[in-house]
């Protein structure tokens, strides 16, 4: 590997999309029943079945996810937006990155409460099983919905590179590919939680512009 290329800033992008996969998908905890039938239909009786802990950690991970978003944010600002301030696509991004740190903060909520207030958590008791079934719904889908910007993003990164000459073609052509697959996956299912892609894109085109000779990571002002 030709260490002179690398650039360690887009991996805020990469921890992110890692920080955000462990809230959304590794600490996903479905009833006993769903996971056996997808026939199955969630009530409020499967509240006491459910530990409190991947809840927690879930949502403690996708807060620290919301932090590196937003150093993200910040730092693809002072190294790519001020200096290409003409780059429709470089504006996308960072605006993505932002909004989806918003959507995430209310989504990885929804989960840590029920790391809080479900049976056997630090405040249980506090919501009936009903309250609880109710934080359940909430976070349902939340998670992976939230990742919806994050597929916007992406698609500034393929048009700065497809289009603006900024990006290199591989990450370009992998970010476009996973934009296009969030967007055309709920067109075809209907499905809205289809966009967690992005999470794992993230995670593979933040650790390839670190590598690249894109022009955005060519120069680094810091």
């Known amino acids: 590997m030709d260490t002179s290329r ?8 990469s ?33 006491p079945g459910l530990d409190h802990l991947p809840f927690r950690v879930g949502g403690f991970a996708g807060f620290v996810c919301v932090a590196a978003l937003l150093v993200f944010a910040a730092v693809w600002r002072r190294q790519v937006s001020q200096r290409y301030d003409w780059s429709i696509g470089a504006s996308v991004v960072t605006y993505g990155a932002v909004a989806a740190a ?4 209310l989504a ?16 249980e008791g506090t919501y009936d099983d009903a309250g ?14 939230a990742a919806l910007p994050l597929a916007v993003a992406l698609g500034g990164i393929a048009w700065m590179g497809l289009r603006e000459g900024l990006v290199t073609r591989g990450p370009a052509i992998l970010a476009g590919l996973i934009c296009l697959l969030a967007f055309g996956a709920v067109a075809a299912t209907g499905v809205p939680g289809l966009p967690f892609v992005a999470l794992p894109g993230v ?7 670190s590598l690249s000779r894109s022009r955005v990571v060519k120069e680094d002002l810091s």
Do not use: C
């Open 102 to 105: 918003g959507t995430f903060t």
């Open 132 to 145: 609880l079934y109710t934080y359940y719904v909430m976070n349902d889908f939340s998670p992976f919905i």
């Open 15 to 47: 921890g992110a999309g890692l920080l955000g996969m462990v809230g959304t998908l590794f600490t996903d905890q479905r009833p006993t029943g769903e996971q056996q039938s997808s026939d199955y239909t969630v009530s409020v009786a499967d509240m």
């Open 108 to 123: 990885y909520g929804w989960k840590g409460a029920l790391g809080n207030y479900l049976h056997g958590a630090i405040e």
């Open 6 to 13: 690398f650039r360690a800033w887009p991996l805020w992008l």
């Open 203 to 209: 995670v593979l085109v933040g650790l390839w512009l």
